[in-house]
């Protein structure tokens, strides 16, 4: 039996909500090996520390000794959730999916431990899915039920299309809960609904109901917006040391804690004495970045990558001599068809396109990454390949830097 | 090529809406046999005059050369439509929609002809209906455009559930007349939508758009409400001759003239000439329902039945010596476990349950059928199997009619 502090650290720390929470205690506590379902879309194999939240505390429960079933949504993926498009994806061919759960798996094991793991692809029971399953299965739930979904209601609302196919995701991702009788799902609070048309479908068909663990959404390193790829404000646990540690250190202040509470092991006593130093202002906010990015470099990589990640950070980027007040460019990554030129006068470093021109004919404008790298812009080329954190530099002393949207 | 009056013929008589007329009449004047699409639900294999609208149509174009294709909806079955309830019907068992199939073929052959049909089971193409299938259908469509359907939107709008299942239910029809290649699709006007998705899904997948002919729903024998089963309101095309002429005699005056355009071949000029007589009094009612009544007997049995049903009528019904206008009792079908006592109190024929008891044990109430029999009704029972038209006569002169409800 877990005393009262170790089930605490796993029904609190890095978790939303759980429903039901009691119910959940009740099953860890009965000592029965619990089977953790967790969804993966292949058609997005790419995982970052957004992600990772969830992925922790599967680490966590497998070292009591429970088996997490990884579920290949090769079906799902055709569906696409949500979408906001009423179109479906093309079904990714079988070996595209193979080669993204390759792909997936190589990083979701950086964190999962392997031996306790069990993948399933959908298309075991999708494949052989009859109309009248179909028909079993869409005759349970209403319409009404439904659009009730946060962002199919607003969707309906504002008359924009939901295909009807998209009412059929939540029942696909509901009844992988019934063909892997999963005892406990895992999502992001967004997907709050889908896991609960699982826990419901698995007691209408007889099963005892799923618990849903409903992680909190990781802020990415804009300090705005959820982590995601398409924001460009993630970080991914493939990343680099260097790219890791300085894209870590760029967080905004208000992160740190967060990021501690969320992703590293650090105790609970610890990170209300970290958290209440920094509101008092007793510790350099810097030094205690430093501790999270290095801890989290170290996770994916080795104490050895983190120290020389610290290194380089502490040479060449705290050495670039860029002041730590600089103004910030809000840069929307759609736009990269603009030239140089546009991109100057727009984040106010010239006054017009012609003095603009001018400043880069003298190779005056300079181009420093986050890794320190630092590369002179020749030329009113398009300006591509930007990433936030990347500060632009024009003549000795006037500096962007480019934040995500 | 067709006369022009050929085709207002076809286009104008017991057709509410054709859509569209237009590309209709091309299509019938290319001189091309046209396929001709028919569903019938297999758990309702009963055909009233109500359905019959549509197959005179049906037989009408099978004489100029085209083909009926009659969908056994073996698959639809199951969902139901429109059910208003949320529940699906068990799928009826092969041996069971077989029997019924034969059941409604017999009745449908007495007005189609059956060396011009050709007769297709939906679980030739849906038996085989893959999710992937099921998928693409579903991506095609939106929830907002079929929760426009009436019966839907009224629905939704009274919070009555809505099962995801019967938003299936006009694509697995509009399916149909792609499997088929469908030309001309007929139902009621009830149906419109769902033809109307047929018509689009066949453009969707890059087949010629079935034209839709919308049938009028043709009023029951109790003047109000739509003719079906449920309700009581019905000719079945399987009545005995004696049977289906008593309830054509018990027709309000009212639908005499759209009986006639409906249901008979009487030609247009006669029709017209028929209207105006009822309209200025002119004619005695009583003589043109019998000439419909005789007419439609005729034509589900022959002229010699149809002559000894009009001799039944003059001699046994109209001999009864019921008044003309004796007071009507509203009736309703589910109420058949009441009492006789109880129905003789409701239907003021008696004063009070005590009164009505009493003459009950007097053996003073009577039950006149439609055909003319007359039944006593002995003591206190349950009044049961109780139909429309029926007379309930207390003592020699107080009369009551039941009507529906």
């Given at each position: 039996?877990?005393?009262q502090?170790?089930?605490?650290r796993?029904?609190r720390?890095?978790?939303?909500?759980i429903?039901s929470?009691?119910e959940?205690i009740?099953m860890?506590q009965s000592?029965?090996?619990?089977r953790?379902?967790?969804?993966?879309d292949p058609?997005?194999?790419?995982?970052?520390?957004?992600?990772?939240?969830?992925l922790r505390?599967?680490?966590q429960?497998?070292?009591?000794?429970?088996?997490?079933?990884?579920?290949?949504g090769?079906w799902?993926?055709?569906i696409?959730?949500?979408?906001?498009q009423?179109?479906t994806?093309?079904?990714?061919?079988h070996?595209?999916v193979?080669?993204?759960?390759?792909?997936?798996?190589?990083?979701?094991?950086?964190?999962?431990?392997?031996?306790?793991t069990?993948?399933e692809?959908?298309s075991?029971?999708?494949?052989?899915f009859?109309?009248a399953?179909?028909?079993?299965l869409t005759?349970?739930?209403t319409?009404a039920q439904f659009?009730?979904?946060?962002?199919?209601?607003?969707?309906?609302?504002?008359?924009?299309?939901?295909a009807i196919?998209?009412?059929?995701?939540p029942?696909?991702q509901?009844?992988?809960s019934?063909a892997i009788?999963?005892?406990?799902?895992?999502g992001?609070?967004?997907?709050k609904?889908?896991?609960l048309v699982?826990?419901?479908?698995?007691?209408?068909?007889?099963?005892?109901?799923q618990?849903?663990?409903?992680?909190?959404?990781?802020?990415?390193?804009?300090?705005?917006?959820k982590?995601s790829?398409?924001?460009g404000?993630?970080?991914a646990?493939?990343e680099?040391?260097?790219?890791?540690?300085g894209?870590?250190?760029?967080l905004?202040d208000a992160?740190i804690a967060?990021?501690?509470e969320y992703?590293?092991?650090?105790p609970d006593?610890?990170l209300?004495e970290?958290?209440r130093?920094?509101a008092?202002h007793?510790?350099?906010?810097?030094?205690?970045?430093?501790?999270?990015?290095?801890?989290i470099t170290?996770?994916?990589?080795?104490?050895?990558?983190?120290?020389?990640?610290q290194?380089?950070?502490?040479?060449?980027?705290?050495?670039?001599d860029?002041?730590e007040?600089i103004?910030?460019?809000a840069?929307?990554?759609?736009?990269?068809?603009?030239?140089?030129?546009a991109?100057?006068?727009?984040?106010?470093?010239?006054t017009?396109?012609?003095?603009?021109?001018?400043?880069?004919?003298q190779g005056a404008?300079e181009?420093?990454?986050?890794s320190?790298?630092?590369?002179?812009v020749?030329?009113?080329a398009p300006a591509?390949d930007?990433?936030?954190?990347?500060?632009?530099?024009v003549?000795?002393r006037?500096?962007?830097?480019?934040?995500?949207p």
């Amino acid at each position: 039996l877990l005393s009262q502090s170790e089930v605490q650290r796993i029904v609190r720390r890095g978790v939303r909500e759980i429903i039901s929470e009691a119910e959940f205690i009740t099953m860890l506590q009965s000592g029965r090996p619990l089977r953790l379902k967790m969804g993966f879309d292949p058609s997005r194999p790419d995982i970052h520390l957004g992600h990772v939240v969830g992925l922790r505390k599967l680490r966590q429960l497998q070292e009591l000794g429970h088996q997490v079933i990884l579920i290949v949504g090769d079906w799902t993926a055709q569906i696409g959730d949500p979408s906001g498009q009423s179109v479906t994806r093309p079904m990714l061919t079988h070996d595209e999916v193979k080669a993204n759960a390759e792909s997936y798996l190589r990083q979701f094991f950086k964190v999962v431990d392997r031996d306790r793991t069990q993948v399933e692809w959908q298309s075991q029971w999708f494949g052989q899915f009859t109309l009248a399953d179909v028909i079993r299965l869409t005759s349970r739930f209403t319409v009404a039920q439904f659009l009730e979904r946060d962002d199919f209601a607003q969707r309906f609302q504002e008359h924009r299309p939901i295909a009807i196919t998209e009412l059929l995701y939540p029942l696909l991702q509901a009844y992988d809960s019934v063909a892997i009788r999963s005892d406990v799902e895992f999502g992001g609070s967004d997907q709050k609904f889908n896991l609960l048309v699982g826990r419901q479908l698995q007691g209408m068909l007889g099963q005892t109901p799923q618990q849903c663990f409903l992680m909190p959404l990781l802020v990415g390193t804009d300090g705005v917006h959820k982590m995601s790829k398409s924001l460009g404000n993630y970080v991914a646990v493939e990343e680099p040391p260097n790219d890791m540690y300085g894209k870590l250190m760029s967080l905004p202040d208000a992160l740190i804690a967060p990021y501690f509470e969320y992703l590293t092991g650090v105790p609970d006593e610890e990170l209300a004495e970290l958290s209440r130093s920094l509101a008092d202002h007793s510790v350099n906010p810097m030094e205690l970045k430093k501790r999270l990015a290095w801890d989290i470099t170290r996770q994916f990589h080795d104490a050895g990558a983190a120290d020389a990640a610290q290194q380089h950070f502490e040479r060449v980027v705290q050495g670039r001599d860029i002041p730590e007040d600089i103004p910030q460019f809000a840069w929307a990554a759609g736009s990269a068809e603009r030239r140089w030129s546009a991109l100057l006068v727009e984040a106010k470093l010239a006054t017009s396109v012609s003095s603009a021109k001018r400043l880069l004919g003298q190779g005056a404008v300079e181009l420093i990454r986050l890794s320190g790298e630092t590369q002179p812009v020749a030329g009113d080329a398009p300006a591509q390949d930007l990433r936030p954190g990347d500060v632009i530099k024009v003549g000795k002393r006037r500096f962007v830097r480019l934040v995500g949207p």
